[in-house]
């Protein structure tokens, strides 16, 4: 085993993916992601180098020249900090790439794996994840998107929003309701083609240039074998694709981070104050060392809950670990970059700086994929659960 845990042909494929995403993405203009006119679209060129150097096939398990069969947690985690690390654009790409496809992995038919999967891998075809709607983000239950039957199929109705890559994804993965005042167990999981008949939407226009927008559903046209998983069981499918990827989001903060964390301390080196280096200030060193401490209790943290879905931990022992991981990663990625600006000052405020272009990515992770309130609660439970678990255990 070497640093954190990792094995050494995990701390191989973390360096491979480093050396790769130096070379083709290290010094991109930060003042402007994608290509020109093209802020907040899906930026299809950059997919496909993404492909091109196989950094999109690990997203999945396996060795690269296999078919997915399924996503290794620890390697999603890797991947995606190392890629936060030098390009966060490159990353927040791959990541809405791998989040819209995995259900199709999980859960799919092999026919609809086939179908979609292998241009995921080369960025030919892009996908996103459709469960958010206006009046249902963190309660997943509360989805309101209707599936009316139609046949041996169905027909979906409604709105989804805040949705990864649309209106532009080639495919989504589509969460319905099939069964009305059924809650999470009346829900169901299809793959939808971008181009379906009555499929519509647009872009949202937000704080970062994300590929993020807006679907509406008139009478789009869904077959039993788009289905993902089993009709109703469709939270099942959110359930484990967001236990595999919410310790990944975390993955992704401890990578801005980190990066943040060395601006800093090279920062403190050079700059002059009161005829001497940043660093020999005691509450400059003091909140550098603070910040190394989160970075390093955060990347833990992702390891470990990557570690549990990886081994195949109990369901309800992997939802809490990614709940942590995510919860601490995400809040402590932001108490870190903020230091990291203020000891810059106002330097770091401007267009195209390192940190200027971090404190606006570093925000969203807060919100997406479960709020941090949304965590809190799903690991306040938990421990309720294993407590009441634990006193009927013993008694006697």
Not at 142 to 161: N, V, Y
Request: hydrophobic share 40%; charged share 25%; glycine share 10%.
């Amino acid at each position: 085993m070497t640093s954190f845990g990792l094995t050494a042909d995990q701390q191989e494929y973390a360096d491979r993916v480093r050396d790769l995403a130096r070379t083709h993405f290290s010094g991109r203009d930060l003042r402007q992601s994608h290509e020109p006119g093209e802020q907040g679209h899906v930026d299809r060129r950059l997919l496909r180098r993404l492909g091109d150097l196989g950094l999109l096939r690990g997203l999945f398990g396996g060795e690269p020249e296999e078919a997915p069969h399924d996503a290794a947690a620890m390697q999603l985690c890797l991947l995606r900090e190392t890629l936060a690390g030098v390009d966060t654009a490159a990353e927040t790409a791959l990541a809405l790439q791998g989040l819209g496809s995995y259900p199709i992995l999980q859960s799919g038919a092999r026919e609809t794996a086939e179908r979609w999967l292998p241009g995921v891998i080369t960025g030919e075809v892009v996908a996103g994840f459709a469960l958010s709607e206006p009046g249902a983000g963190s309660d997943a239950a509360a989805l309101a998107l209707r599936a009316q039957p139609d046949g041996d199929g169905w027909r979906l109705f409604g709105e989804k929003t805040w949705i990864s890559n649309a209106p532009e994804a080639d495919v989504y993965t589509v969460f319905a309701r099939t069964t009305s005042d059924a809650g999470a167990r009346g829900v169901t999981a299809f793959a939808v083609s971008g181009d379906a008949e009555g499929l519509g939407g647009e872009h949202l226009d937000l704080l970062t240039p994300h590929a993020i927008g807006r679907l509406t559903f008139e009478g789009v046209r869904v077959e039993r074998a788009d289905v993902l998983g089993e009709v109703d069981a469709g939270f099942r499918v959110a359930m484990r694709t967001l236990d595999l990827f919410r310790p990944s989001v975390g993955a992704f903060a401890v990578g801005m981070a980190q990066a943040a964390l060395e601006s800093a301390v090279r920062w403190s080196i050079e700059r002059e104050v009161h005829g001497g280096p940043l660093h020999e200030q005691q509450a400059v060193s003091h909140a550098l060392a603070e910040m190394a401490t989160q970075v390093q209790a955060s990347r833990l943290l992702v390891r470990a809950a990557a570690s549990a879905y990886d081994s195949g931990a109990p369901a309800a022992d992997v939802t809490k670990a990614a709940a942590m991981a995510k919860l601490y990663a995400t809040e402590s990625a932001q108490r870190v970059v903020d230091q990291a600006v203020q000891l810059h000052g106002a330097r770091a405020l401007q267009r195209g700086h390192l940190l200027e272009h971090l404190y606006r990515e570093v925000r969203a992770p807060r919100i997406y994929e479960g709020a941090s309130e949304v965590q809190r609660t799903i690991i306040g439970r938990a421990l309720v659960r294993e407590a009441r678990t634990t006193h009927t255990d013993e008694r006697p």
